[in-house]
């Protein structure tokens, strides 16, 4: 009998196990088609687009270092395409706030870097006590920090409340680049993370006081979407400013969610909905956030 029951149990750890990998087996297919594609900005300076957010690379003399990682099971791949620049793993990377698609390789190359960022991005991913050590930030910040590495200056600037709590933007100065983290989605409408300390308000006023800062030269690295300039990042502050104009108006008017929705974003805005936000859920995070706050 206890012989029976021990195989019993053996058997489902075994069957656990199984369906553990599986699981793992699912989640590295889905991204076993992705390619990792890089565009070189300037002598030491790249973007790589893969899935999920951007990432910037600096890499030169002094190391390797990198703003975000995209997906866990992209670290090999993000590997690889740092390798093609330069060998070695990065020294130090940045995340520009907490969600996965940003910081889903912190496990992988937080074992040989350093990894900064906001405090409370270090808040929200220990929140989550499925996070191993290696993906937590050693190194946080209130508002801003300098990093002096491949003969520039990088600020990482925290401005407040917007996409999250504790978001980034990371600027080169000689070079002339930011990475603007999810501050900006280019040419659509952005994800704005109510429940971790996002703000409609305070999104917007980010930008703007981004874009006081940047030229017409600089290079704006989206969040998501194409490599950008100020131009692009003004058109976006524009929608920002002519949607929380309108949803304000519509909520003085005392129209309710559902007959907003039913009347849909204003039609120039309507090609900016994408798979994630769409048309509606940009409504409902507008309508939330700004109701509360009349």
Known sequence: MKLTFQRHIIGLSALAMLALAQT?????????????????????????????????????DDG??????????????????????QPGLPKYIVNTHYHGDHTGGNAHF???????????????????????????????????????????TLEV?????????GDSVVMWQKANIIHMGDLYFKD???????AAGGSVTGYRE???????????????????????????L??????????????????EMGHDLATIKKQGVPAKYANWAWEFISADKWIETLYQDLAAKS
């Not at 006081?209 to 100020?230: C, E, M, Q, S, W």
Request: no cysteine; charged share 20%.
């Open 206 to 232: 980010n930008v703007s006081l981004i874009l006081d800062r940047l030229d017409n030269k600089t290079k704006v690295i989206p969040g998501h979407g194409a490599l950008a300039d100020k131009n692009a």
């Open 24 to 60: 793992s087996a699912i989640a590295d297919d889905k991204f076993s088609d992705v390619v990792i594609k890089s565009k070189k900005l300037d002598n030491n300076t790249y973007m790589f687009i893969g899935a999920g957010g951007n990432i910037a690379v600096s890499a030169g």
């Open 64 to 85: 390797i270092l990198i703003v975000d990682d995209q997906f866990a099971p992209l670290a090999d791949k993000i590997t690889a395409a740092l390798n093609d620049i």
């Open 188 to 194: 659509r409408f952005p994800y704005i993370d109510l």
């Open 110 to 152: 937080g074992q040989t870097g350093s990894i900064l960022a906001h405090h409370n991005v270090l808040k929200r991913l220990k929140a989550d006590s499925s996070t191993p050590a290696s993906a937590l930030p050693v190194i946080t910040y209130e508002d801003n920090i300098s990093i002096h590495f491949n003969q520039d």
């Open 157 to 165: 600037i925290h401005l407040g409340p917007g996409h999250t709590d």
């Open 234 to 251: 003004l058109k976006f502050k524009h929608m920002l400013d002519d949607s929380i104009n309108w949803m304000r108006g519509e909520i």
